[in-house]
């Protein structure tokens, strides 16, 4: 937490899919953190500075005391556990590197393109396809 007690941020993840919640779950359990941790679907996505489109397409992150994301997908999992404990805010700080963010973004995408197949995941989770140029 800040030095005022409040939250570092939010971190905002698709609570209609279920491998996404169980992750959410882990996070609660093994994770301690000073996030608020919300689904998008029950977040104030104007307050937050985000959009319904944003919460479908990946995790969020917003620092805070600001509006809008500051990182989605590994950047938002790497802001999340930089407010953790040292082991935890460690791995955050290695997986915010640009070298390592630029190889986690290919594997973060497999995994949100194919959630509905892994895990805890349902039809639910599939991810709406992006539409592809002409």
Do not use: K
């Amino acid at each position: 937490m800040s030095g005022n007690g409040q939250p570092d941020g939010t971190f905002v993840y698709d609570g209609d899919c279920a491998f996404c919640t169980m992750c959410v779950r882990f996070i609660e359990r093994r994770v301690p953190n000073t996030a608020t941790i919300v689904p998008w679907q029950w977040a104030d996505l104007p307050a937050l500075g985000l959009t319904r489109e944003q919460g479908l397409t990946a995790v969020q992150w917003v620092p805070a005391g600001t509006a809008g994301s500051a990182g989605a997908g590994p950047t938002a999992i790497a802001a999340l556990l930089r407010t953790s404990n040292p082991p935890w805010r460690a791995a955050g700080t290695v997986l915010g590197l640009r070298p390592v963010t630029a190889l986690a973004w290919p594997v973060y995408r497999w995994i949100a393109d194919n959630r509905h197949r892994l895990p805890g995941g349902t039809a639910a989770c599939a991810v709406p396809r992006q539409p592809t140029g002409t």
